[in-house]
């Protein structure tokens, strides 16, 4: 996430990942932070349909955007294994995020 140090700029951002290669994603905590992740879905184009379509995790806390957080701190990550959540031969994936980090001391 970029420039959403406070929770008062917490705030949704994409991430284009490409197409159909990526099998995982992982998120990971590299700085003395703590990410605060409200919600996380997966946006991609259906080859077969060509239709957009969107699959929200179903994860303790990554419901929706419920104010409810997965935190991660330095050296925490959490992996996305799509295989199992959008078709293999998916076109214009992409990570849509809802949260904010805060620096640690």
């Known amino acids: 996430m970029y ?11 994409i991430h284009f990942l ?4 990526i099998t995982k994603l992982r998120l990971e ?14 946006k991609y184009v259906d080859t077969h349909d060509g239709l957009e379509h969107e699959v929200n ?8 955007a419920d104010g409810v ?8 990550s959490f992996e996305i294994n799509l295989t199992t959540l959008i078709p293999s031969d998916s076109s214009d994936i992409r990570l849509k995020i809802n949260g904010y980090y805060q620096q640690t001391i």
């Open 18 to 21: 490409g197409n159909s290669n």
């Open 3 to 13: 420039n959403r140090h406070n929770k008062d700029l917490q705030g949704e951002e």
């Open 29 to 42: 905590e590299r700085e003395k932070e703590i990410t605060f992740i409200d919600s996380i879905t997966i």
């Open 57 to 64: 995790l179903n994860q303790p806390n990554l419901n929706s």
């Open 69 to 76: 957080y997965m935190q991660l701190f330095e050296g925490d």
